[in-house]
């Protein structure tokens, strides 16, 4: 007996229409599943912008550190002597934590000490670039948290105060807002940092690997340097694993349900089969229940996670990508038609005689 493809899917979606409350508490846990994975995988992806968008925007090739600073900037200090020079460009970059307070808001965040017209400098939104010292230009994380053009900014730890003369856009560093401000700024905060020396030298060059540096210096590709990131990794890790256990527990739970149903079913199957409907057919059949299924809970879910996202606050780092939640959207549906497999292989096993008798 020969039976198209569209006439498999056309019965199953008959005979899904007819059990609507039984397939309905299937789609229902997809639903819940699907929602969690994409929403998950939102907010991986915002907690990973969080710390690294601001390197991101550097668009550099490596980053040089003191070899014994473990690959973290605020425990660098180098000789800019010791690399001025040596690559295509090259950026020096002073980091400081600070909290600082306009009187109203006290916010924790790293002050940046670049030239301001270095590539380490993102793009601004709005005011100017500092001129003078003890100007700063914030990024606009903390001009969400209530800080202005014009605040006079007062710092725990030192008696210096600053102004915001200009707001960028988002670029966080390690989770952390950011301010940027000279060189000089920076030595008045920390007088550490002098005019020889520096925390770290971004480059861009292509062939930087290339360049001999100082024994006690190192090279760090961008990429390398952002895994280092203090709680990067470990983050990353729990949150991806999570997701892949989604994506097993939806298998699962779709398994169980169509081999639940598929059990219910075995005398229909057996009269079936003994009508001449071949194995073939009556696998496509639970394949085209499981897709259609999967399909309809993996869409629901992934209409409340846009609308979650559309109404979610500023405050939580979600930031949904369109091709991820396509991919793990299309793996949801291929997890669940794997789960389907068990189903199949009963139906396969199903003795007509028996199954009548």
């Not at 569209?6 to 699907?34: D, H, P, Q, T």
């Not at 030595?187 to 060059?205: G, L, R």
């Amino acid at each position: 007996m020969f039976i198209n493809r569209g006439e498999c899917m056309y019965l199953a979606w008959n005979e899904i229409r007819r059990n609507k409350l039984k397939f309905g508490l299937i789609i229902g846990i997809l639903v819940m599943v699907s929602y969690l994975l994409f929403f998950l995988s939102g907010l991986a992806n915002g907690l990973i912008n969080m710390n690294r968008e601001g390197i991101d925007k550097w668009h550099a090739d490596a980053i040089i550190l003191n070899k014994d600073a473990n690959k973290t900037v605020a425990q660098s200090v180098i000789d800019k002597t010791e690399v001025d020079g040596n690559f295509k460009k090259e950026a020096y970059l002073t980091q400081t934590g600070v909290i600082v307070s306009n009187g109203k808001e006290k916010e924790n965040a790293l002050l940046f000490g670049v030239a301001s017209k270095s590539f380490l400098m993102p793009k601004l939104i709005s005011g100017h670039a500092f001129k003078e010292n003890n100007q700063v230009v914030a990024d606009k994380t903390l001009k969400e948290k209530g800080f202005k053009l014009g605040d006079k900014l007062t710092l725990s730890q030192s008696d210096e105060s600053l102004t915001i003369v200009g707001f960028s856009e988002s670029a966080k560093y390690n989770a952390s807002p950011v301010l940027f401000s000279n060189a000089q700024t920076m030595e008045k905060i920390n007088p550490m940092f002098n005019e020889d020396k520096t925390n770290a030298v971004v480059i861009k060059d292509e062939n930087w690997k290339e360049q001999d540096l100082s024994n006690n210096l190192g090279a760090v590709a961008i990429s390398d340097f952002v895994e280092s990131l203090p709680g990067y990794q470990a983050q990353n890790t729990t949150l991806n694993f999570m997701i892949v256990f989604l994506f097993i527990i939806s298998a699962a739970v779709i398994g169980i349900f169509l081999y639940v149903i598929t059990l219910q079913k075995t005398s229909l199957f057996g009269v079936l089969k003994a009508q001449g409907f071949t194995n073939g057919y009556l696998a496509r059949v639970v394949l085209a229940q499981t897709f259609i299924i999967a399909l309809i809970g993996t869409v629901i879910g992934l209409v409340l996670t846009l609308i979650t996202g559309a109404f979610i606050p500023a405050a939580v780092p979600v930031a949904f990508n369109a091709l991820t939640l396509i991919l793990f959207g299309i793996g949801l549906i291929l997890v669940s038609i794997v789960g389907s497999l068990f189903s199949i292989l009963t139906v396969r096993k199903v003795d007509p005689l028996k199954a009548i008798g």
